[in-house]
C-alpha cells in the first residue's frame, strides 16, 4: 500500500514487550529485503526482546525520550504449566544461535556496535566503555578491558557505568543510553516529528486492524 502511493520511506511504530522467536526472526528479515525502502523504527515507548530484534534490523532506530530497548534472550515458556522453563546449556546455546547471528547482521548493516548487539541477546557477554588519552573510544569485552587498562593508558569512559553492562545481566538501553552508545540516532515524541526531523510528509498511516499480532 505504502509502495502504490509513491513512499520512500517507512517509519515503523514499535511499541511491543515481543513475542514469538520465530516471528521477530521472520519481521526482521522480511524488513532487511525491502532494499528499495527507507525504514526508520520508531520505538514509541518499548522494544523489547523481539522488538528489539525488529527495531534493530530497520535501516535507522529512533526513540521515544523515555523508550527502552534491549532483553532479548529466548525462553521457553510451559503451557501446561503456565511459567518459563530451564534450558539447559545445549538448548539454550541452539536457541540463541539464530538471533545472536540476526542482531550481528543487523549490527554491520547499521553501524551499531557488535557486542552491544551480542550483550541484548546472551548473559555471558559482558560490556565496558573505554577511552584512551586522545579521546578514541572502544566498546571491549571483559577480557580486552583488563589487556587495556592493565597495559595501556585506556580508562572507563568518566560518568558512565562500567561495566556497561555484566556477563549476568541483559543489555537494556534507556533512550538517552542508546543514543550516546550509537544504537540508536535521535529522539522523537512523535512519528510526526520524525517526518519533520527528516523532511518528509506522511502520506498514509496504516494501523493494526483486527487479527493482525
Request: net charge negative; aromatic share 10%; glycine share 4%.
Given at each position: 500500500k505504502a509502495r502504490s502511493l509513491g513512499a520512500k520511506t517507512i517509519i515503523l511504530e514499535v511499541d511491543t514487550y515481543g513475542g514469538l522467536v520465530t516471528s521477530g526472526l521472520d519481521i526482521s528479515r522480511f524488513l532487511k529485503n525491502q532494499t528499495d525502502l527507507h525504514v526508520?523504527?520508531?520505538v514509541n515507548s518499548k522494544a523489547i526482546s523481539a522488538g528489539a530484534m525488529i527495531a534493530m534490523a530497520c535501516d535507522e532506530l529512533i526513540m521515544t525520550p523515555s523508550g527502552?530497548?534491549?532483553?532479548?534472550?529466548?525462553i521457553q515458556v510451559s503451557p501446561g504449566e503456565g511459567g518459563m522453563v530451564n534450558m539447559s546449556p545445549t538448548?539454550?546455546?541452539?536457541?540463541?544461535s539464530p538471533i545472536l547471528a540476526d542482531f550481528l547482521e543487523s549490527a554491520q548493516r547499521n553501524g551499531h556496535d557488535p557486542l552491544l548487539a551480542c550483550a541484548?541477546?546472551?548473559?555471558?557477554?559482558?560490556?565496558?566503555?573505554?577511552?584512551?588519552e586522545t579521546g578514541a573510544r572502544r566498546f571491549v569485552s571483559d577480557l580486552d578491558y583488563k589487556k587495556l587498562t592493565d597495559y595501556g593508558s585506556w580508562k572507563p569512559v568518566p560518568n558512565e557505568p562500567d561495566p556497561i553492562d555484566s556477563d549476568k545481566t541483559l543489555l537494556t538501553l534507556h533512550s538517552a543510553q542508546a543514543a550516546r552508545y550509537g544504537v540508536s540516532n535521535g529522539n522523537a515524541n512523535s512519528a510526526e516529528e520524525l517526518a519533520s526531523q527528516r523532511g518528509v510528509t506522511i502520506i498514509d498511516r496504516f494501523d493494526d486492524g483486527i487479527g493482525d499480532g
Open positions: 526508520i523504527a520508531f527502552t530497548l534491549g532483553d532479548c534472550a529466548p538448548e539454550r546455546s541452539k536457541a540463541e541484548m541477546v546472551s548473559l555471558p557477554y559482558s560490556v565496558h566503555w573505554v577511552q584512551d
